[in-house]
């Protein structure tokens, strides 16, 4: 189960082509973990691991179908959670974010849809323990309601 968000604050640069800044996130409850390419299992549900990101992106519609397509990168971190408290964050890394969607125009200025969204995040964990650094690499994918103000 997880939760996902995304919120982009931008502007037209050409017709059906927006550049904005974007900041985008999942929370996933009882998070599956796989370690050098073996299941590891799954956590308990009361365990949350999120991951996080602040970066630009890329939007453009394809019209008359109001359908778009939207891509982005930049910095991300991501946090566990126990019981509602972090209890560790990894450093910051890299993220993406993809969306592909489709609106409908409810009035002059908005657009209200739905989008399904890929979240991918490569970020160092260090292991202080063992003097090592790890790369975490995390993905979430959802379905989306999506409001556009135009």
Do not use: C, H
Not at 85 to 91: I, L, M, Q
């Amino acid at each position: 189960m997880s939760g996902m968000a995304d919120i982009a604050i931008g502007s037209a640069v050409a017709s059906n082509f927006i550049l904005a800044a974007d900041l985008f996130g999942a929370t996933i409850t009882g998070p599956t973990r796989t370690q050098d390419g073996k299941d590891v299992g799954t956590a308990s549900e009361d365990v949350t691991f999120d991951v996080s990101g602040i970066g630009v992106s890329a939007t453009y519609y394809i019209m008359p179908s109001n359908m778009y397509v939207s891509a982005g990168a930049g910095m991300a971190m991501n946090t566990v959670e126990l019981d509602g408290k972090a209890v560790g964050e990894t450093g910051t890394g890299w993220g993406v974010n993809a969306m592909l969607g489709k609106e409908w125009w409810v009035s002059d200025n908005w657009g209200l849809g739905v989008a399904g969204q890929v979240i991918y995040a490569s970020v160092p964990d260090e292991d202080k323990d063992n003097d090592k650094t790890y790369t975490v690499n995390t993905m979430a994918f959802g379905v989306l309601f999506s409001a556009t103000y135009n």
